[in-house]
């Protein structure tokens, strides 16, 4: 029973192309995010939805979109991706965003920009 | 300015004990998490300190100085499945609505040796 999964696992793909990642939960929780870990493993906030509604929109360039469809799903839908954008993509899920609610995190998509 | 602070790499012996610091300076501070990450991983929850003192669990104990804006993660009786990347993470609260995010520090890469 996986809580929060994402697909795919690993992305290979070249400068310029537009590319999705999906994430989904079953935890039943409000509120979910994406994070981005670079090479230096660095994890930072990206965006977070809490029921449906977008709360956190970081500095992140507007060719990264987010979407969710309903509380389970946020899928990062990305455009003319660059070199810059390799990384690691984590999806997380939490109870809600007011309280001190641990953060379930998915597997990760590797993506990788050639 | 949102600043976190820990070492970059430790090592210790199994069996040993080992202490990973966290210094912060964040524009509001509404708690602490430490989280786990085993290389190619997720992270995943170890524990969360809001009010000064230790929390124990387990062979992990955290502690939290509010005052000296400084935790640490006590890991006891290290194993060799202890080694990871321990992340701290400081929640702090968005300017309106009552909610937080959270601002993750690079991470203490842990190395345990037989």
């Known amino acids: 029973d996986t809580a929060v999964s994402q697909t795919p696992k690993y992305l290979v793909t070249q400068m310029g192309n537009d590319k999705s990642i999906k994430c989904e939960q079953n935890?039943?929780?409000?509120?979910m995010y994406w994070y981005k870990q670079d090479s230096k493993k660095f994890l930072k906030i990206m965006f977070s939805y809490n029921n449906k509604e977008l709360i956190i929109n970081e500095t992140v360039p507007n060719r990264f979109s987010p979407k969710s469809p309903d509380k389970a799903h946020l899928n990062l839908h990305i455009n003319s991706l660059e070199l810059g954008d390799s990384a690691v993509y984590f999806c997380?899920?939490?109870?809600?965003?007011?309280?001190?609610?641990?953060?379930?995190f998915g597997p990760g998509t590797r993506l990788t920009v050639t | 300015g949102q600043n976190i602070d820990q070492p970059t790499e430790m090592t210790a012996t199994e069996g040993a004990i080992v202490q990973i610091n966290c210094t912060y300076q964040t524009s509001g501070f509404n708690g602490l998490f430490w989280y786990q990450q085993h290389a190619g991983e997720a992270p995943t929850f170890l524990s969360y300190n809001v009010l000064d003192g230790l929390e124990e669990k387990g062979r992990f104990s955290s502690f939290l100085s509010r005052s000296k804006g400084y935790s640490y993660l006590l890991l006891k009786e290290l194993q060799m499945k202890d080694s990871a990347s321990y992340l701290c993470a400081v929640r702090s609260p968005l300017i309106s609505g009552g909610y937080n995010k959270l601002i993750f520090g690079a991470g203490t890469r842990l190395a345990v040796h037989p």
């Open positions: 935890l039943g929780h409000d509120t």
């Open positions: 997380a899920s939490s109870q809600d965003l007011q309280g001190p609610y641990e953060q379930y």
